[in-house]
């Protein structure tokens, strides 16, 4: 299925990658923008892996980082809405998602 990212989830990916390469250079960001792309690949060919979440969407945990990708199925692609920090308050996340 088509993946369209939206400019709040792509601020985030970049938002991530900067506090990984800060923290611990260019191996630890490309690892994290890998591990994005991963869960990216998984939610194209399985759009429901994800558990449910708010507003009618859904998450998927990165696999080697504290982010999930929070995602909405429509009946042409899926939307990414957000790569969220674990540490991020959902009532935040909830409140930057489309309607």
């Known amino acids: 299925m088509k993946v369209e990212i939206t400019e709040s989830a792509q601020a985030d990916l970049e938002h991530g990658a900067n506090d990984y390469l800060g923290a611990g250079g260019l191996a630890l960001a490309n690892r994290f923008v890998d591990d994005f792309e991963r ?42 809405l957000a790569v969220a920090h674990h540490r991020r308050d959902p009532t935040d996340i909830e409140k930057g998602l489309p309607t």
């Open 39 to 80: 869960c990216l690949g998984l939610i194209a060919s399985h759009p429901e892996i994800g558990s449910r979440w708010v507003a009618s969407s859904r998450r998927l945990p990165l696999r080697q980082f504290p982010h999930s990708v929070v995602y909405r199925i429509d009946p042409e692609f899926v939307l990414i």
